[in-house]
Nanobody
């Protein structure tokens, strides 16, 4: 069955960078839409960036110019390159495939 696995989170000082990865073991990978979401304790998940099967990418206003979503269909992987990280970027980051398939998440903590 479907399995999504996120990796690349960690503890980083403000201004630093991290690269998150999401792998999906599905034959339909190249036509799937993917999103990166983050969740802070006590709040719901909010979209950070999104990329379609046609490779159209978009990101939330709060991360524009700092985060970039991309995909490599040959590796069945989606990436989130995060630069100039801020403490408010702290949260657990989740990969979503299609409408309702989620990974387990990876923690990102940014300290000043």
């Amino acid at each position: 069955q479907v399995q999504l696995v996120e990796s690349g989170g960690g503890l980083v000082q403000a201004g630093g960078s991290l690269r998150l990865s999401c792998t999906a073991s599905v034959s339909s990978f190249s036509v799937e839409n993917f999103g990166w979401y983050r969740q802070v304790s006590g709040k719901g998940r909010e979209v950070v960036a999104y990329i379609t099967g046609a490779n159209d990418a978009r990101s939330a206003e709060s991360v524009k110019g700092r985060f970039t979503i991309s995909r490599d269909n040959s590796k069945r992987a989606v990436y989130l390159q995060m630069t100039d990280l801020k403490p408010e970027d702290t949260g657990r980051y989740y990969c979503k495939m299609g409408s309702n398939t989620w990974g387990q998440g990876t923690q990102v903590t940014v300290f000043a």
